[in-house]
C-alpha cells in the first residue's frame, strides 16, 4: 500500500505528565543552594586578615619598610575597596608606599618604597588604590 519512500503510519505515547515534587513553602530551606555557599565563601573574605608573600615580606625587609598595625587596617580596607569593584590585582599606594596586591587573594605580592619605584613599569595589575 505505500511506495518505498513511505512507512507505515506508528502509534505515538500519549505525553506524561512530569512526576510531581512537593512545593516548597516560602521561608522553608531544604539547604542551602550553590549559589548561597558561593556568596558566602566570596563575601567571607571581605575583611579578612591579609597575608604577605615571603617575597613582600622579604622586600619589607630589605629596604627597611615597617608597618604598623593600623598601616595594615588602611591596607586591608584599600584591598577591600578594589574587590568591590570587582579587582584581581591591584596597586596600593599608601604613605610613599606601594604594594602589589593580589585582591582575590588577599595576598601582598610586592612592596617598593619612593626609590625603589622610581623608573620602574608596574605590569599585570588592573586597578590602583590610593589609600
Excluded at 597575608?51 to 629596604?63: E, G, I, V
Excluded at 577591600?80 to 601582598?108: C, H, I, P, Q
Aim: charged share 20%.
Amino acid at each position: 500500500m505505500y511506495g518505498p519512500q513511505f512507512q507505515a503510519p506508528r502509534q505515538l505515547d500519549p505525553l506524561q505528565p512530569a512526576p510531581q515534587t512537593p512545593l516548597q513553602q516560602p521561608g522553608q530551606q531544604t539547604g542551602k543552594t550553590e549559589f548561597q555557599k558561593i556568596l558566602e565563601q566570596k563575601t567571607a573574605g571581605a575583611g579578612s586578615a591579609l597575608s604577605f608573600s615571603a617575597h613582600a615580606a622579604k622586600r619589607l625587609q630589605q629596604r627597611s619598610m615597617e608597618l604598623t598595625a593600623e598601616d595594615v587596617t588602611r591596607l586591608s580596607d584599600a584591598v577591600d575597596r578594589a574587590a568591590g569593584k570587582g579587582a584581581r590585582e591591584s596597586l596600593v599606594l599608601m604613605n610613599g608606599l606601594a604594594f602589589v596586591v593580589s585582591v582575590t587573594n588577599r595576598m601582598v605580592i610586592t612592596a617598593m618604597d619612593t626609590e625603589s619605584m622610581k623608573e620602574n613599569v608596574i605590569t599585570k595589575i588592573d586597578s590602583a588604590v590610593i589609600a
